[in-house]
């Protein structure tokens, strides 16, 4: 079975901080894998996803992520932090057509 | 390109009301998926819709629960006879195609209060 397990609930970290978010997967099959962000009271948008090819990925608003096989890990960074990335946010894998999400992490980002 | 589009945005019902939760999908996706978010549970797929056919509604209760995506028009999620439990923020998705390589993309949710 395809699963993520995230490994934080909460992040606090002060503005312009680097931040790293820890997300690690178990998979029998080939792995795609999806980052996903939440403001407050709204709804999930995509900040980036491995298919193949790079380990690095890089996503919207300077985050990215790298794909680790033999960690199992997809873990999100921002070298600097604004205010504005105060959010959930989701690590995503594709069950077939289904995502299966981890339960999240709350990163909340203080001046 | 508008993006999904949900509607209402806040529902409040009385526990044994119903509940209509509409979803526009964005132009040219013709996927539809509903995810529920839980208090304390995160989010976890309900059903999986194409036009005028359901794929797969494995993570939908069994009772009081029903989804479609007609022909023409938006897909519905009702829940009938609603009860405390499921109150919730309710999420639509939708893609152009299905596959695992695919992006879903999400609307801004229903969520959903029972009194």
């Known amino acids: 079975a395809q699963s993520v397990t995230q490994l934080d609930s909460q992040v606090p970290v002060f503005e312009e901080a680097p931040v790293e978010l820890r997300c690690n997967y178990s998979?029998?099959?080939?792995?795609?894998l999806f980052w996903y962000v939440q403001y407050p009271n709204q709804g999930l948008q995509l900040l980036l996803k491995y298919l193949s090819g790079s380990t690095l990925v890089k996503g919207i608003n300077g985050f990215e992520a790298e794909f680790n096989k033999s960690q199992t890990s997809f873990h999100l960074r921002k070298p600097s932090v604004h205010i504005s990335d105060t959010a959930e946010y989701f690590c995503?894998?594709?069950?077939?057509?289904?995502?299966?999400f981890g339960a999240g992490t709350t990163v909340t980002v203080r001046a | 390109n508008a993006g999904v589009m949900q509607n209402p945005r806040h529902l409040v019902r009385r526990r044994g009301q119903e509940a209509r939760l509409r979803c526009s999908p964005m132009?040219?996706?013709?996927?539809v998926y509903w995810y529920r978010q839980l208090p304390e549970e995160g989010l976890k797929f309900m059903v999986y819709?194409?036009?005028?056919?359901?794929?797969?509604e494995s993570g939908m209760p069994k009772e009081r629960f029903s989804a479609e995506f007609p022909k023409e028009g938006p897909s519905i999620l009702r829940i009938q006879q609603v009860v405390r439990g499921d109150s919730a923020a309710y999420f639509c998705?939708?893609?152009?195609?299905?596959?695992?390589?695919?992006?879903?993309?999400f609307g801004p949710g229903t969520r959903l209060l029972v009194l």
């Open positions: 998979s029998s099959v080939s792995v795609y």
């Open positions: 132009k040219g996706h013709s996927h």
């Open positions: 998705a939708s893609s152009p195609s299905t596959g695992r390589q695919e992006t879903q993309y």
């Open positions: 819709l194409q036009k005028e056919n359901i794929i797969d």
């Open positions: 995503a894998v594709p069950v077939d057509y289904k995502l299966s």
